[in-house]
Every structure is written in C-alpha cells, then in structure tokens.
C-alpha cells in the first residue's frame, strides 16, 4: 500500500531522467494522491505553487551536494528522495480533508493517523523504488517498520521538530541506517 504509484513509474521509460522535470513530479503526485486516497475517508487539495517549490528546492539541494557525495549510484537515489520529502514536508503542497464519507477500503493505520506524511513517504518511496528497479539496481522495499505505529509516531513529532530529519525517516523507510548528526552528508550505506 505504501508504494501504489511504482507500477505505474516503472513503466515510464527513462524515468530518472523524466523525475528532474517538474512536469513528470507535478502529474506524478497528483495520481500518488489519487491512487492512495481512493476509496478512503480522505480527500485532498494540491498547491502546485508549493510542490514546484519544494521540487526546486530539492533539485538546488540536490545538485549543490551531489558531487560533495562519494556513493553508490543506489544510495544517492535514496539520498535524492530524502532530499524530495524533507522539501514536501517544509512548503506542505497538500491539504487533506476528511471527507466523513464511508470507507470503501481499510487504510493503514499511519495512513489514517498521518495523511500527510503518509502520502508524502508514500511518493518518494514509490518514485526512488522505481528508477533503482528501471536501473537494475538492488530492488527497494518498505523496511519492515514502515507498518509499525511507533515509528510513524517519531517520524512525525521529529519532522515537526526539524524538517531534516525526514531524510534519515526515509532511509529507515528504506533499509539503511541514517546519518542523523548530518542528514545532508552521505557515508557508505549500511543495511540496517
């Protein structure tokens, strides 16, 4: 449930490449959005002005610290989408209304507690999982705690606190260990 949008990303050809325009971002979170909230209680708002910034943001973030980054190719993909959900969380491209309509489907407990944060964790990992599958890279799957309710919790009280930390959120989301004194510094991965 985490990752509805993958099989569809996974599909477009040259999508690492497609992901630096913020058309592909912008139509990309947009059906993220619908295929996760489809037949839920929630309904959203999109703020284009607000995802075009925080695409911007991430790719000036990003291309000001990708040669500073001696990684593997993998790893720095993760990194970009660590980059993409830490500006989603500071310019919050998304309103969520609860519609107080009957559920059609159940929806993950995180996904009911945290829409927001759900949905945005939800598109990175959706997006990064398919460019690593397009290059024949090491597949990427939700850690196992992405479906427990402590770490959604922390994630949300320490992104609140500091919008940084949703990068060292998203490597847990992705297997390896974070580095939590310098989120915006990349080490060797290591599979947690």
Known sequence: MLTPLKPEMVAEAGLAERAKRFRTVASSF???????????AFGFEIDDEALARAFSERRRNFDE????????RRDLLIFAGGLMLKELFQHHPIEIKHRGVE?????????TNWPEGYLYASYCLSVVAAVIEQEGLAAL???AQAEERQFWTSFRENVQEDAKTAIGFFDLLCGITPNWELPLERRAPVVG
Request: without cysteine.
């Open 30 to 40: 947009h059906r993220n959005a619908e295929l996760l909230f489809k037949g839920s």
């Open 65 to 72: 610290l990708r040669d500073q980054v001696q990684t593997e």
């Open 103 to 111: 559920v059609l489907r159940k929806s993950p407990e995180a996904m």
């Open 141 to 143: 799957q939700p850690a």
